[in-house]
């Protein structure tokens, strides 16, 4: 798998950022953060992100899923340090978003996450409703001229 873009290395991509507490509990054998904890770690900064953007899918009658989640692991991360996640929208669909994330520890990019969010109601997919449209595009990701 190719190594991401430069620029995903930039806090400054990014339009929103949440610091999670590393925790003991995280380390593996190696003496380093476990990929799975970092995993964990990404979705709770997705779900910060979504509070953020001010929508919650149960107030519109629809479920938000997880279809996708690509993980790069960059740098070792190590416990006691925080890890500042930083998100923004990468993409956005007609029924779908992408969520680009990056975690640094200590100024330094140590992982990036993508996560593409699908939503569903009664019916099956639903499309993305404008008042979400415009809060994603908000937050849309800052790529290089």
Known sequence: MAKPESWRFS??????VTSIDSRFQD???MGH???VAISGIFETARIRFH??????PQEQGVRWLVANVNLN???????PYPFDV???IGHIGRTSWTISSAGFQKGVCVATCDTT???HGAEGRREIDETLREAMELN???RPA
């Open 117 to 119: 969010v699908v939503t």
């Open 73 to 79: 692991f960059i740098e070792e991360s190590h416990f």
């Open 11 to 16: 806090p400054e991509a990014y339009r929103f």
């Open 86 to 88: 930083h998100c923004a």
């Open 27 to 29: 380390l593996d054998t």
């Open 33 to 35: 953060i476990n990929n």
């Open 51 to 56: 509070h953020h953007m001010g929508r919650h």
């Open 140 to 142: 849309f990701i800052r």
